[in-house]
Structure formats: structure tokens, C-alpha cells
């Protein structure tokens, strides 16, 4: 059974701070991806990556950055907290071909930014 | 690049009725529409799924249908039921060989008892 875990379910920050989002899976995937969710927008990709050091922007990658050091970890970071940046944040993963297109998501982080 | 339209936003239903969610996209090189549902406080989950060399696809209840002409692709619940309550993603993957996936706006379907 795919298990995707992310640190924390709420999150409360400052404008200004330096957020770190993490991710993780346990099914040896390649790919992994971040999401944001807000009402009436549905699920907007700010970043993927398809392999370790690797990766790519999605949709809104603006005031976002991304790390993935080990295979089963993918971090977002917030370089510089802004109130537009509160949302509902998703990770995803996906397995290899041929099977790459199913992605099993994460519980997701609240995120409010004051 | 890929943009996918989903419709309507909210969809209520009598239990027991029928529920069609409508999606269109833009790329004609796609060829995965999953679907995703997302139950109240959890998370997304693929619930079926099409490729583009298959017109139609049933599950027990559900069913998504495709019309590559058209761009189109639809979400089918027959004899709806309370468990369907849910927000509904349509998605395309774009690219080919690609990963990354695009996904509608969302349908909050409400089951009315």
C-alpha cells in the first residue's frame, strides 16, 4: 500500500519566513510532485521531479523552490512567506512506466501565512 | 500548453438520480484522463481512468466516456448514493512520455437524500 506522508497537517507562519514543507513516500517512485489547492482553482502544480537533483517547474512555480536530495523525499520551500501563499498544499508521487500516470497523494498542509 | 475546463462547479443530485461531470482540454497530443475524488477532509484519490485509444470505460457505477474530435471527456454516476458526495478533479496528462498532469477546477457533487 502507497504511503505518502507530509510533516505537518495546519501550519502557521509570518510574512517574511522561510517555510519548509516536506514529503515523503515509501514506494520507491520516481516522480514527485507539489500542488496547491484553493476553492474554484482545483489542484495548480507548482513543481515536479522525475529523479534525485532533479526537477521541474509546473503551472505557479513563482515565489516557490524545491529540493530532492534522496529518492523518497521532495521539499517545497517558501523562500519568503506571502499572505497569498496560504493555501491547502498537496504532494503527490507516481511510480515508473508503465504505470507513471496514477499519483497517490499525500494528506496535504494547511498552510496559513499572517 | 495544456488547459483543462471542467463543468459545472457545483452539481446536486436526488439519491438514486444519475451525475454527469464534463471536462474539455485544449492539447490534442494528450492521451490520459484520469479521474479524481476527494472526499471532505481527505485526499485525492483516482477513482478510473481513460487512454485515448479507448472511447469508453465503466466500473460498476461509474463510467468516463471520450471524444478525441471533440476534446471532450465525461464523469458518469449512475444510481448515486450518499458515499458520492464529493469533490470531483477531471485531469489530462500532457506531453508525451510526460508526467505531469493537468487538472480541471473541481465538481462539488452534493447526493440529496
Known amino acids: 500500500d502507497v504511503k505518502v506522508t507530509q510533516s505537518s497537517r495546519y501550519l502557521v507562519k509570518r510574512t517574511g519566513e522561510k517555510v519548509f514543507l516536506e514529503c515523503v513516500q515509501d514506494?520507491?517512485?520516481?516522480?514527485m510532485f507539489w500542488y496547491r489547492q484553493d476553492p474554484g482553482l482545483g489542484l495548480r502544480l507548482i513543481y515536479f521531479s522525475y529523479d534525485v537533483k532533479m526537477k521541474e517547474k509546473g503551472d505557479i512555480p513563482e515565489g516557490y523552490s524545491v529540493s530532492r536530495e534522496k529518492k523518497e523525499r521532495f521539499s517545497l520551500i517558501l523562500e519568503s512567506a506571502s499572505t497569498n501563499q496560504t493555501s491547502m498544499y498537496l504532494c503527490?508521487?507516481?511510480?515508473?512506466?508503465?504505470?507513471?500516470?496514477?499519483?497517490?497523494f499525500g494528506p496535504g498542509t494547511r498552510l496559513l501565512v499572517l | 500548453g495544456e488547459n483543462v475546463e471542467q463543468h459545472p462547479s457545483t452539481l446536486s443530485v436526488q439519491e438514486g438520480d444519475s451525475a454527469v461531470i464534463k471536462c474539455t482540454y485544449s492539447?490534442?497530443?494528450?492521451?490520459?484522463f484520469p479521474w479524481y475524488k476527494q472526499e471532505l477532509g481527505k485526499r485525492p484519490q483516482l477513482i478510473i481512468d481513460i487512454r485515448s485509444n479507448v472511447g469508453e470505460k465503466k466500473d460498476q457505477r461509474i463510467a468516463v466516456t471520450l471524444n478525441k474530435t471533440a476534446k471532450h471527456f465525461s464523469l458518469h454516476i449512475t444510481e448515486t448514493q450518499p458515499e458520492d458526495s464529493a469533490v470531483y478533479f477531471c485531469?489530462?496528462?500532457?506531453?508525451?512520455?510526460?508526467?505531469?498532469?493537468?487538472f480541471g477546477s473541481g465538481t462539488r457533487l452534493s447526493i440529496r437524500p
Open positions: 485531469a489530462a496528462r500532457s506531453g508525451l512520455g510526460a508526467s505531469k498532469i493537468i
Open positions: 514506494m520507491d517512485h520516481e516522480n
Open positions: 503527490a508521487s507516481s511510480p515508473p512506466r508503465p504505470h507513471q500516470e496514477t499519483q497517490y
Open positions: 492539447d490534442s497530443a494528450s492521451n490520459y
